[in-house]
């Protein structure tokens, strides 16, 4: 499974999942944009990735709750390429605690952001790019949180909040674009474990039964769906929790 015809956005890829995102597509060959709300972190990843021979990965600062920021983004995108393939919706604020009491609301506010809004705008912002390419994406990582009745986490209620936003907005812009040949993937993992891709702990981490969902298979889910035939639009990946 290739991707060398792919130009793909990710966005938060300076670290954690979104990392391990970049680094397995580029490793496939597809162009890569990533981004971060520093650029520093960006650029560390993007220095990685062409450290490994791939020379096809850009780096930029994106910061998910400044709609400047994300504008300009997508513009500095535009003045590379004329399109891209896939928009990856990795950014969100993880914010923990169930304690509704413990988080400040400048803490509430990034996390709501960033998530919901910040989802919003930038598919809208990429939307233009996305629709000059003859299969277009967008893969949205919302998460079990955003599933209705989940309550197993112990993930702050602003981060509920904005993963059930995400999981409204994907759901209704997978209807809306899909006249216009734009598929709309949502991934809504559990709490997931994610070696570092370039470590040996990449192979050896355990992928049984028992085990808890990996990295490797939400990037295999990924790359699955990305592959199919543009008649198969796979609306959403759920996962069983261990």
Not at 10 to 30: E, H, P, V, W, Y
Request: aromatic residues 8%.
């Amino acid at each position: 499974m290739r991707f060398d015809d792919h130009r793909v956005v990710i966005t938060a890829a300076g670290r954690d999942f979104g990392r391990t995102l970049a680094i397995r597509l580029a490793d496939l060959g597809a162009e890569v944009y990533l981004s971060a709300r520093s650029l520093t972190a960006a650029q560390r990843v993007r220095d990685e990735i062409r450290d490994r021979g791939h020379q096809r990965v850009h780096a930029f600062a994106c910061d998910l709750t400044d709609p400047a920021s994300i504008r300009d983004f997508a513009a500095d995108v535009g003045r590379h390429t004329g399109h891209i393939d896939v928009l990856i919706n990795n950014g969100s604020r993880y914010l923990e605690g169930p304690d509704l009491l413990a988080a400040s609301d400048a803490d509430v506010i990034d996390t709501i952001t960033s998530g919901a809004t910040g989802t919003v705008l930038t598919v809208k912002a990429f939307l233009p790019l996305l629709l000059d390419s003859d299969k277009p994406d967008v893969l949205t990582m919302v998460s079990a949180c955003g599933t209705a009745g989940h309550h197993r986490s112990d993930a702050h209620d602003a981060f509920y909040a904005a993963k059930s936003a995400q999981a409204g907005f994907v759901d209704i812009l997978s209807k809306r674009l899909r006249p216009r040949g734009v598929r709309v993937i949502s991934l809504y993992p559990p709490d997931f474990d994610n070696p570092d891709p370039l470590t040996e702990e990449w192979e050896t981490t355990p992928r049984g039964a028992q085990d808890a969902l990996t990295a490797q298979s939400l990037v295999d889910c990924v790359l699955f769906a990305v592959a199919q035939p543009r008649d198969c639009f796979i609306k959403a990946f759920h996962f069983e929790q261990v």
